[in-house]
């Protein structure tokens, strides 16, 4: 039997003033605050766009921020990683805040490096077969930008925690591990430790 799973978790929010509002970062009340981003990077926005928009005034969702769990399927094949890219190449020129977690240990692609090869920038590679990455699209004076955090990851060793930042300025600490630890729990799949 085969079959695939490709999981979107996405936080929404309803724009109050027509989703111009912006804060000016996050708030320290909440007790958690990000670290400089490794990167800040200049991207190029879509501007010549041709389409078609239909949106229900009467408040539907807005996409604020996605959490990507980069599967084998999406490393498998160059038009799977291309499609894969391309969303999330949308996600940030649309302002959209991203994180991308790959733990696939069987296929070699990095698609951080692709992505952000996607968006004109020219950045080192990541160099890390595991990682985990968060992306920030922010303007500063005029000019788009991307901010850019990323972990090399490792069989065996605790999962990081990364930025998440949403439409509006808002960013949530997304800790991987506590996740990844409490799922075990609640699934009760035994963790080997050692």
């Keep these: 039997m085969q079959f695939g799973i ?3 978790v996405a936080a929404f929010e309803e724009p109050s003033n027509g989703g111009t509002e912006h804060l000016s970062g996050p708030d320290p009340s909440l007790g958690w605050t990000p670290p400089a981003p490794a990167q800040t990077i200049p991207i190029n926005l879509l501007t010549d766009t041709v389409e078609v928009i239909v949106f ?5 969702p807005v996409l604020a921020g996605a959490i990507e769990l980069i599967s084998p399927a999406n490393k498998d094949r160059p038009p799977h990683r291309d499609a894969f890219v391309s969303k999330r190449a949308a996600y940030l020129q649309q302002g959209v805040g991203l994180v991308l977690v790959d733990v696939v240990t069987g296929r070699k692609a990095n698609l951080h490096d692709e992505l952000l090869a996607r968006l004109g920038a020219a950045p080192p590679p990541l160099g890390a077969a595991l990682y985990a990455a968060a ?6 004076q005029g000019q788009p930008t991307l901010d850019v ?5 490792a069989v065996g060793r605790p999962l990081v925690t990364m930025p998440l930042w949403l439409l509006g300025g808002i960013c949530l600490p997304v800790d991987l591990d506590a996740t990844y630890q409490r799922t075990c729990r609640e699934q009760r799949i035994e963790i080997n430790s050692g």
């Design 135 to 140: 992306y920030h699209p922010v303007e500063r």
């Design 6 to 8: 490709e999981i979107d």
């Design 56 to 60: 229900n005034q009467e408040a539907g």
């Design 149 to 153: 955090w990323h972990e090399s990851l």
